[in-house]
């Protein structure tokens, strides 16, 4: 007698406890007391059509900021999450060497100059038969062509004899030599001033590089040395990242790719951070990725303030359907139990069920029902687990 009496408890309370789901026995008109209920109608509204997908943030540009020249690191003016601009001074190295190699360019400059007969000169023109040496050589040269030609005559004439007359043809052929040497002495000593001029360039050159730069404004993620250490060559000092604007790089499912387009708005909701940025679809992959089955996508987001950061993890929603339609109703009008979501509607007087499939949590305390609802069906709101189908109602709202 106790087993039965336990069993006959047992579905006693199975039928008192029905849930949505728990086969509920449907109310009629003898045994279920109406029920006050609000109702709200199921609104056919602007729902544009959003692809949801998740990736991170990264930097438009990260750069690891070294020295061109080796030395001694004298100052250092950044350090960890420092904000900096394009152009401003970051760092500084010991610059004594690189003057001194400037001074020597020069001087070696103005020798050359000096050779050439341009050092009052306010430029590097040489015009070679204004040099000294080639007027001295063109000097000989005449006067030896002069001899020549009068030996010449005179040995016509049987006052010289023919040594004499060869020893002034010999003279005068060394001279024209002594002119083209000194033409072509002027011609090297123009391509040396030029060389001289590149030493002193890259001399110079590189006294500036002794002074560290920020090739575009962001902010300092590292700090990798340190004052007084002697850096070689292309060692870093700091890493920079620029701040704004930010890439954003999502990971859209295959079967919504084709929904997407270039161009299109994103919606982006940052964890931890700072609330929701707008940006646009700027890059997109050419193919699907094999494994995950998704298109890679890269928009970007403004950052002006700087308080979105690189690496963050972000929840991006692409709108792809600006004029798409859809169904709202209340969110208290749902019911969701094991996984199912169902609404109650009032048709003559008693209560119905449907099983739908809601979709985004709208504002206004509303959520988008993809499906299972017509629209202006009538819903109750507030609706609870203890509503039967098939119970009867009187009805406040509209």
Not at 219 to 226: N, Y
Not at 327 to 343: C, D, K, L, Q, W
């Amino acid at each position: 007698m106790r087993l039965v009496f336990t069993l006959a408890g047992l579905l006693s309370l199975l039928t008192a406890c029905s849930g949505p789901y728990s086969n509920p026995t449907t109310a009629t008109a003898d045994t279920a007391k109406p029920l006050a209920v609000t109702i709200e109608t199921a609104i056919r509204t602007s729902l544009p059509e959003i692809v949801v997908a998740n990736g991170e943030l990264f930097a438009e540009d990260v750069a690891a900021i070294g020295v061109k020249v080796p030395g001694r690191l004298t100052k250092i003016n950044v350090d960890l999450g420092s904000q900096v601009s394009a152009g401003q001074v970051l760092a500084e190295l010991e610059k004594d060497d690189y003057e001194f190699r400037v001074k020597q360019a020069e001087g070696q400059v103005e020798q050359t100059r000096a050779q050439l007969g341009i050092g009052n000169s306010a430029n590097d023109n040489v015009v070679p038969e204004e040099t000294a040496m080639v007027r001295q050589a063109s000097a000989g040269l005449k006067e030896a062509k002069l001899i020549g030609e009068n030996t010449a005559k005179l040995f016509q004439q049987g006052v010289l004899s023919r040594v004499d007359n060869e020893k002034a043809l010999i003279t005068r052929a060394t001279a024209e030599a002594r002119y083209q040497s000194a033409v072509e002495q002027v011609a090297q000593l123009r391509a040396q001033l030029l060389e001289r001029r590149a030493q002193l360039a890259l001399a110079r050159q590189q006294l500036s590089d002794t002074i560290i730069k920020a090739p575009f404004s962001g902010a300092i993620t590292r700090r990798q040395a340190s004052v007084g250490e002697y850096l070689s060559g292309n060692a870093p000092i700091i890493t920079l990242v620029r701040q704004h604007p930010l890439r954003i790089r999502l990971e859209v499912p295959e079967k919504q790719a084709a929904k997407v387009k270039l161009g299109q708005t994103i919606e982006v909701d940052i964890q931890g951070g700072p609330g929701k940025r707008s940006g646009r679809v700027v890059r997109m992959s050419p193919a699907i990725d094999a494994q995950s089955r998704s298109l890679t996508i890269e928009g970007h987001l403004p950052n002006e303030d700087g308080r979105i950061r690189p690496g963050s993890f972000a929840e991006g929603r692409i709108t792809v359907d600006a004029g798409a339609i859809g169904i709202t109703v209340p969110f208290s009008a749902v019911i969701s139990f094991a996984g199912t979501e169902r609404v109650f509607i009032v048709k003559g007087g008693m209560l119905e069920d449907r099983i739908i499939q809601s979709g985004r949590r709208m504002a206004g305390d509303r959520v988008e029902v993809l499906q299972g609802l017509e629209p202006n069906s009538k819903v109750v709101v507030n609706a609870t687990e203890r509503m039967l189908k098939g119970q009867k109602v009187t009805v406040s709202g509209s």
